[in-house]
């Protein structure tokens, strides 16, 4: 799941990049469907609207990072968060760190990396069952050290 979203993530320029979206416009950007990725922020405070398909199982990061198993290590070390959907937690699933295949954009403002290449990827994660029809409200917190996320997301999720 990791590298499936961060190919997600890694496939749109900064311009129409759904992690630096600041109202939502872009949420779907890039989705192939199987499951409906989320966004977190480069750091900054956001607020976001977004519809998301019936049936379709929801993933985001409340934290993450890609590098070499050190960096993973050290991010591990400090990382934290919390998510909830309509004033309920969801658990997170602790990734410490895994080998990822990632297919970038060249200049995409995750990995600025192009092409297909190997990494280690790690973070807390969340991966919920489909969401009913309706509106929704999601909030992700996470941090790590000195780097911090806050997003909120306004849901729609369509009928069938």
């Known amino acids: 799941m990791q590298g499936r979203w961060w190919t997600w993530a890694a496939s749109s320029a ?30 900054e405070t956001v607020t976001r609207s977004c519809t998301v398909p019936a049936g379709v199982p929801v993933a985001f990061p409340l934290v993450n990072l890609v590098g070499e198993a050190a960096d993973c290590e050290a991010f591990m070390a400090t990382a934290k968060g919390s998510a ?39 973070g807390l994660w969340v991966q919920a069952e489909p969401l009913a029809p309706g509106s929704h409200t999601l909030s992700i917190r996470g941090s790590s050290g000195s780097f911090a996320v806050s997003v909120d997301y306004a849901l729609q999720v369509s009928a069938g």
């Open 14 to 43: 900064s311009d129409v990049n759904p992690v630096s979206d600041r109202d939502g416009h872009l949420c779907a950007q890039g989705q192939k469907g199987g499951i409906w990725f989320l966004a977190g922020s480069f750091g």
């Open 84 to 122: 909830t959907l309509d004033g309920k937690a969801l658990e997170p699933d602790r990734y410490e760190g895994t080998t990822v295949a990632i297919s970038g954009v060249e200049g995409n403002p995750l990995t600025q990396r192009g092409g297909r290449f190997s990494t280690r990827a790690c």
